[in-house]
């Protein structure tokens, strides 16, 4: 049985499949399945294709309700579990604070263009009523961005263990689905990413199975004044959070990994109580370098 790597790009990222098979071309077979699978959510959740069911409910915001499927009715229901279990801080119409914010340039908009688009953010608005779904004020969006590529990752993953599969992962830009352990039974050896550092590790786990994913401040991000600015908004004031260099979680799913990671990222202070309480496994870094660690077993060396 030999390890098979293919590598493609989806949803703006690199990706990669890995996974043992008998030959090339039953595992060739075997992943170009899976990032089918991956590139049929994109295209049905994606904000940038005006075919997608995110589009044409922010097209209609303000207007009529929109009929969703099975699947996007049950990403609306987790996505307001995430909702409830982080106070309010994950919201999947808070995409619209980005208008405010151009990564690429370092400018802090003003309280009255956050207002503005703050006014616009409110999860608890969204109205459904059975396959209907209607963003109440026009200017609002759904975003699945902070619940996409983890869902891509763990719905290519058990089309693979469908499959047969038994050993190998699915890597979507550093979030991962692992359906089983090396050939010989080995853990893979996952780097996490150094948030300062860029190239550099500060960690490697070693990973049977399960979600890994990290979320933090160094992705994108830019300094102004001696002060960093990164992508993770909080929704209540528009502003970036500030407290947490990076936060990975490991996770039974890639979806309850990210959603821990990037909630843990919103909720600042209060990350650490959140993540015991999950019963995830973590490596948190705050903003002073100090590494906060809970796992089952010495599972994480520093690099």
Request: glycine share 10%; aromatic share 6%.
């Amino acid at each position: 049985m030999h390890v098979f790597r293919h590598a493609f790009a989806a949803m703006a990222s690199p990706c990669e499949v890995v996974l043992a098979a008998d030959g090339p071309v039953q595992a060739r077979a075997l992943a170009q399945q899976a990032e089918a699978e991956v590139r049929r959510i994109e295209c049905a959740y994606s904000r940038y294709r005006p075919d997608s069911i995110v589009s044409r409910l922010n097209a209609a915001a303000g207007g009529a309700p929109v009929e969703c499927d099975d699947e996007t009715l049950a990403l609306l229901d987790y996505a307001d579990t995430l909702h409830a279990a982080s106070d309010g801080l994950f919201d999947i119409t808070s995409g619209v604070l980005r208008r405010a914010w151009n990564f690429r340039q370092p400018r802090v908009p003003d309280s009255a263009e956050l207002d503005a688009l703050c006014r616009l953010v409110g999860w608890a608005r969204v109205e459904r009523n059975g396959r209907l779904v209607r963003l109440p004020q026009a200017g609002m969006e759904i975003d699945f961005g902070g619940i996409g590529k983890e869902y891509a990752a763990d719905r290519a993953g058990a089309l693979l263990a469908g499959q047969g599969v038994r050993h190998g992962y699915v890597n979507l830009a550093g979030d991962m689905h692992v359906i089983g352990p090396k050939p010989d039974g080995a853990a893979w050896m996952i780097g996490i990413q150094h948030p300062r550092e860029p190239g550099e590790l500060v960690a490697t786990l070693p990973v049977q199975r399960g979600g890994l994913a990290t979320s933090g401040d160094y992705e994108r991000y830019f300094e102004l004044d001696s002060r960093r600015y990164c992508h993770i908004l909080d929704p209540r004031s528009g502003l970036p959070v500030t407290h947490w260099r990076s936060i990975s979680v490991l996770a039974p799913l890639a979806v309850v990994a990210g959603n821990c990671a990037t909630i843990g990222m919103l909720l600042q202070e209060r990350a650490l109580d959140f993540l015991d309480a999950s019963g995830t496994q973590y490596l948190a870094i705050d903003q002073q370098g100090e590494v906060h660690l809970r796992a089952a077993e010495p599972a994480v060396a520093p690099a």
